[in-house]
Structure formats: C-alpha cells, structure tokens
C-alpha cells in the first residue's frame, strides 16, 4: 500500500483547520471547566439510567444483554491498582502473540497488537469524516477488548481518559502517563526547543498551530517503555510544520514508542466546554461527527483531534498509524462514552432513526460516494469479523452489552 500525496494532504486539509488562537495559547479558567464536568457527570448518570431502563425492557423481549451480565466502561482514575495492573498485563500479552496478519498483507505486522494498527492504516480514509466514522471505531475498540479477554484473560472493560480532568489538571500529570507500572507509561523523554507542530500549512487553508508539549523523545518509564512501534509512519505531524511517512507504512519499521503529551492542546480543544457543548448542541450525528473531528475550515480540531494531539508524539500524531500507542484505545473509548450519551438523549432517534446515521462512505465523500446505510458492512481485516452497521447502533444490542460510568 503506498499512501498517496492527495491522500496526506487531504488529511491534513482535515486535521488543520482554520487559524485558531495564536502560536502558544491557552485557555479557560478552573472553575467554569470544573462546573461542566460535573454538567456532564450528571448527563452520564443520566445515561447509565436511561441504559438500565432499555435493557429491563429487552430482557422482556428475550434479549441476551441483561443487567446481571452486563459490562461497565469506567474512566482510568477510578480503577484500583490490580484492575490497572490487570489491564496492561493484557496489553503486554497481546503484543507478545504472533499477528493473525499474514507477512503478504501486511509485513510489519508482527504481533496480535499490530493486527489492529494494520486494519485501521488500511482503512483510515473509508474511517474518519464518513457516516462509519462512530460505529467503525466502536466496533474497533470493542474488538480489542474481546482480544483482551479472550485472547490474554483480562477480566474488566476496557477503561476511557477523560479528557476533561486532564484539560485541569495535566495530561503530564495523569495517572494513564506517570510511567508506574500501574499506568500507560510516561511521557516522552523531554526535547528542548521543539517548534510547534503546524496543521493545514500544505493544504491553502490558514495553518493552526499545536504548541509542543513536554516530551517528544522515548517513552523511557513503565509498562511500555520497552515497546516497539512497528508500522507506519504514514502521515506523522512533526514539529515545525513537516510531514513525514515512508513508502510502504505496512512494512516493518521498529522504532520506539514517542510521547510529547501538550496540556496546551488538551485545555484549548478537549475540555469540559468543548465536550458538554458536543453532547448538547448537535441534534443530527452529521453534525455531532463534524464537531468532533472538527470542520474544515471551522477553526477548531475538536475533541477527536484534541484528544489525539495532546497524546501527541510517535504514533500519535498519525492519523493512520495512532492505534500503535496503547493510549488510543482509552482515547477513543472516551470518543465512544460521548457519543452514547448523545444517543441517550433521544435514543430512539439517534440510535436507528433517519439522523442516527449520517454521510458518505468516503473521507470528506473524496472521491464521491454512496450515502452509509445501516445494511453497509463495515470491515477490519485480522483484527475481526465485518458487521453491519445496523448492528452497531447500540451498546446493548447486537453484540454488546455495555454502559460507561
């Protein structure tokens, strides 16, 4: 696979939006975030509510996802030390398995953990700015976690990274990053005089600038300090404004696991405010999606990207290869926790009703296509089987059973 320029490009048309606040800035006070988290506390209470309800009235009908067996997505800081320890044992033991991959679909795929970055490299462009974009990565991530617990013996869910309480109190300061063997591992190893890392530049659109953040280098502590990144890059921001991929990101190419982890991006694009008006304000998932991956053109990277940029570093910053750092799956579990609110809202709408699904079946519909159907099967290679959408649309229906508290 040879990732092309338009494809790049278009990538960070997408990811660089127009200007936002200048070089360097930051936003927003302490208490209004604190206000908006507890706002949103209540709306997932709320949720958690309005799910146990849903299921009482399936089980009624015969359904399989009852209370008694269903499971509960929780954020990383309310875990206990065995429950996070149990969790990255099984990470570990993932990237430890032989990829299901064969060497001539995808040669760098070298582990289990790897299967999964192949997949979303493959399929980044039929994935992000699409009507697949949420139940895509739903079904993603629940798959990861079945591999957990099938394939490793983990016995929890899959944990999520509130953006929101680290947009206060420091991604750098997080317990997912302090590099204990009770985390995801730490920061990057600190690189003095990094330039910000510039979007849109390439693209004609007025470029954004991301002020780098406080690692840049190996991860050096923790659980995955020993890791090696085997894909890509395909399409990797780095400070000052430079792209860099190689010719074939499916290739094997071991490289250590980077962090440059930005409490600058995390307040300004993945704060309480952001999110709260994410869940409140769109009534169509047209436009939920769009304000989450942020507009071209709309001056905001919005939580979907503040979320990956504040991970920042190597893989993170690439959009095709960021599910080569362990973190992404607690990013996008969050992604996930703030669409299921949204549906909670109105569930028998914005589950299967006409503005529950919502888009096209190519990025940004480039080059055009079909509208994305609830028949439409959505694909992931050795990662696992393909689904219908229509099967994806609830956390309590086809194959899940799950609720975030």
């Known amino acids: 696979m040879r990732v092309s320029f338009l494809a790049v490009l278009a990538l960070n048309a997408a990811s660089g939006v127009l200007a936002a606040p200048a070089q360097g800035t930051t936003t927003t006070s302490a208490a209004p975030e604190v206000t908006n988290i507890d706002e949103i506390s209540s709306l997932a209470q709320d949720a958690y509510e309005q799910a146990q309800e849903l299921v009482e009235n399936a089980e009624k009908r015969g359904s399989t996802c009852s209370w008694s067996n269903i499971r509960i997505r929780r954020e990383w800081n309310t875990l206990s030390k065995t429950q996070k320890k149990s969790y990255v044992d099984a990470v570990k033991c993932l990237q430890a398995k032989p990829a299901l991959t064969p060497a ?6 070298k582990t289990r953990f790897d299967d999964f970055v192949a ?10 700015y699409t009507g697949n974009f949420l139940s895509w990565h739903r079904y993603f991530t629940w798959l990861y976690e079945e591999a957990l617990r099938e394939e490793c013996g ?8 509130d953006w929101a309480i680290t947009a206060v109190s420091g991604v750098n300061k997080s317990s997912i990053f302090d590099g204990t ?47 090696s990144v085997n894909l890509g890059p395909a399409a990797l921001d780095l400070p ?15 490289r250590c696991l980077k962090r440059d982890l930005s409490n600058a991006v995390n307040t300004r694009y993945a704060n309480a405010t952001s999110i709260l008006k994410n869940i409140l304000k769109p009534q169509t998932v047209y436009d939920f999606q769009m304000m989450m991956q942020g507009v071209p053109g709309g001056g905001d990277i919005g939580i979907h990207g503040g979320g990956h940029y504040s991970l920042g570093g ?16 607690l990013h996008h579990s969050m992604i996930d926790r703030v669409w299921w609110i949204w549906q909670m809202l109105s569930p028998s709408k914005r589950q299967y009703g006409s503005i529950a699904l919502q888009g096209t079946n190519t990025f940004l519909d480039i080059p055009a296509s079909a509208n994305t159907t609830f028949n439409d099967y959505v694909e992931y290679g050795w990662a696992g089987e393909k689904r219908q959408i229509k099967d994806l649309m609830s956390t309590l229906d086809g194959p899940f059973c799950y609720v975030y508290l």
């Open 181 to 227: 063997a009770y985390s995801m591992g730490s920061d990057g190893a600190y690189i003095a005089g990094q330039e910000d890392v510039v979007l849109g530049a390439s693209s004609g659109l007025p470029p954004i600038y991301l002020p780098a953040g406080s690692g840049g280098g190996c991860v050096k502590t923790g659980p995955f300090s020993d890791m």
């Open 119 to 128: 997949t979303h490299i493959n399929q980044t462009l039929s994935i992000h």
């Open 104 to 109: 001539s679909a995808a040669p760098g795929a």
């Open 314 to 329: 190597d893989p993170g910053r690439d959009v095709y290869t960021s599910p080569g750092d362990p973190a992404f799956y």
């Open 154 to 161: 983990y016995t929890g869910t899959q944990p999520y990274w």
């Open 240 to 254: 000052g404004g430079t792209s860099v991929s190689v010719t074939n990101p499916l290739a094997w190419n071991p």
